[in-house]
């Protein structure tokens, strides 16, 4: 049986699209971005399938390009494009699928959706956390939010060098599963993906 996993972040720039790359690699999955918002010519789409070294993901067009970088409502107005989820439809596969969410969980696609509201009740929500002042409350609010909505978040990746302290902390007060960490690395290429893949393999699989 073939798994979706929805990858959101507790903010942006906090690893999104690298701890996709792995995930994708790992499992060997097809990916897709519902929603690209500037850097079109270099799009995580694209970032993504740049770090891939299998041959068997696909990677789906993202249902939505906007010109600037900004929250996708602020850069639907720009482009003068009504933004809704009705217009956003899945790619099917018989594979895995991974999705990768535009900045963190309640970013705005209108002034009624968010977010949020693209993640099915299927969808295995993977939340990728970064260290830095503030991200604990970051974190528990975005799992709270989530819960709040009647969602499980299947499990955790903690972005940036061990923090002892903070993980616990996070894992203890709501016990979402751990599966793994992404050092602060000096680059990220195939090679490098490819080693993390490896080892949060058996934990991804595990989520089945």
Request: aromatic share 8%; glycine share 6%.
């Amino acid at each position: 049986m073939n798994n979706t996993y929805f990858i959101t972040g507790i903010g942006t720039d906090v690893g999104k699209s690298i701890a996709s790359a792995i995930i994708t690699e790992s499992l060997k999955a097809d990916y897709w971005k519902p929603i690209q918002a500037g850097d079109l010519e270099n799009s995580d789409s694209k970032k993504v399938e740049n770090l891939i070294s299998n041959e068997e993901s696909f990677f789906y067009p993202e249902a939505i390009k906007l010109n600037t970088p900004m929250s996708p409502h602020a850069a639907a107005e720009i482009d003068g494009v009504k933004l809704n989820s009705k217009q956003i439809k899945r790619p099917e596969t018989s594979k895995d699928l991974v999705i990768e969410g535009a900045g963190g969980l309640l970013v705005p696609m209108n002034l009624k959706e968010t977010i949020a509201d693209l993640i099915l009740p299927t969808d295995k929500i993977i939340l990728v956390s970064r260290h830095y002042l503030g991200s604990i409350n970051h974190t528990l609010l975005t799992i709270e939010v989530l819960k709040n909505k009647g969602f499980e978040v299947a499990g955790i990746i903690f972005n940036g060098d061990e923090n002892e302290s903070t993980e616990k902390v996070i894992l203890e007060m709501t016990g979402v599963k751990f599966i793994g960490r992404i050092d602060n690395e000096p680059y990220f290429d195939r090679n490098v993906i490819k080693e993390y893949a490896d080892i949060f393999r058996d934990k991804l699989q595990s989520l089945k």
